[in-house]
């Protein structure tokens, strides 16, 4: 039986909350009870999905906000964790959703290309993480959960930036998770499969994908555990891939 966090008073940030998976995120977040901040650098965007999840949950407009953040940028990275702490009082949640994949071999990606997505997918969850970090440990603890990939454990030709980016991210959260658990910080990380969104390299319209919200359930779940326990690596795939 699927576990249902208690998420009543708590207070979280999704960066790449305004579509894909982190959306997906956000919207159960606010479902159960969470107050939410998405983040990402679209600001037409993110007011429309801001709009979207204010209309699908009671009393969202005064639960759910935006802030344009580059997460690149450690500065952007620090004022999105200010201005959440000022909204809503304090940081329970941070899931590091924000990433983009540019794919090609490695000796046709320019320096450019290679810099985009190390930085977003690599650096830009470490800025988010130093950022929040403090703010947790205000709070008594919390949670940090970072969207890696599968592609981070089967890399594949013409992946050599997505899939070297998000390997760091294992390694990153799996370090991080040792660093804070004694904060009552507790950190995961959630390798999906194939997923049926705008990002992946097939397209949209593939039925045996999995689905942003299948994606988010497995972030709810992790949540969902009781402080003694901590899920700090998830695995989640097509039940019956392409073959």
């Not at 009781?226 to 097509?238: A, F, K, M, N, T």
């Amino acid at each position: 039986m699927a576990m249902t966090p208690q998420l009543d008073g708590k207070v979280a940030i999704v960066t790449g909350g305004s579509k894909g998976i982190g959306l997906a995120v956000a919207s159960l977040l606010v479902e159960h009870g969470a107050r939410v901040v998405i983040g990402g650098r679209d600001s037409g965007r993110l007011a429309t999905a801001s709009a979207a999840l204010e209309s699908s949950h009671a009393s969202g407009a005064s639960r759910i906000a935006w802030a344009q953040v580059d997460v690149r940028d450690p500065a952007q990275a620090r004022e999105c964790v200010a201005l959440v702490e000022t909204r809503f009082g304090g940081l329970d949640i941070l899931v590091n959703s924000a990433g983009v994949g540019i794919f090609g071999e490695a000796a046709d990606l320019t320096v450019e290309q290679w810099q985009t997505v190390v930085e977003t997918n690599l650096h830009g969850v470490f800025y988010c993480c130093h950022a929040a970090i403090p703010a947790l440990r205000r709070r008594g603890g919390g949670w940090i959960v970072n969207i890696s990939s599968l592609a981070s454990k089967n890399p594949f030709p013409g992946g050599s930036a997505y899939c070297a980016s998000k390997a760091g991210l294992n390694a990153l959260s799996e370090i991080l998770m040792q660093e804070l658990r004694d904060d009552d910080i507790r950190v995961s990380y959630v390798l999906p499969g194939s997923v049926d969104t705008d990002f992946s390299r097939s397209g949209v319209g593939s039925d045996w994908k999995l689905t942003a919200g299948d994606v988010g359930r497995a972030v709810l779940d992790i949540l969902a555990h009781e402080r003694r326990s901590l899920p700090s690596r998830v695995e989640i795939r097509p039940s019956k891939p392409k073959r």
